[in-house]
């Protein structure tokens, strides 16, 4: 099973920054894309990142362009996303999933979100 885990979430003020891990549980990240997403209330799911399986492409919503980085730690055998400059509009449930990633991260985790981890930016 593909299990992943996020963590790191929490409350932060606007400008501030935040880094959130997923963690493979049964699997090498190293052989899967992986993508985070996030949900805001009301909103749609919304796909905002994803790294591809060798680590050397990636991609970013225009939401998230410029401040938020995901990278890979194949040794820890997690996936992680710095986030900066976070906005009130940042705020929501963040989930990471095997996508494809091409270059759009497209889930492939069967509908199994997990619970996520919740950022909240408000002053």
């Known amino acids: 099973q593909l299990y992943l885990v996020e963590s790191g979430g929490g409350l932060v003020q606007p400008g501030g920054s935040l880094r959130l891990s997923c963690a493979a549980s049964e699997f090498p990240v190293e052989d899967y894309a992986i993508g985070w997403f996030r949900q805001a209330p009301g909103k749609r799911r919304e796909g905002i990142t994803c790294?591809?399986?060798?680590?050397?492409?990636?991609y970013y919503a225009d939401s998230v362009q410029g401040r938020f980085t995901i990278s890979k730690d194949n040794a820890k055998n997690s996936v992680s996303l710095q986030m900066t400059s976070l906005r009130p509009e940042d705020t929501g449930v963040y989930h990471c999933a095997v996508v494809n990633c091409k270059p759009r991260p497209v889930p492939l985790n069967l509908g199994n979100w997990g619970e996520g981890t919740l950022v909240t930016v408000s002053s």
């Open positions: 790294i591809s399986r060798s680590g050397a492409n990636t």
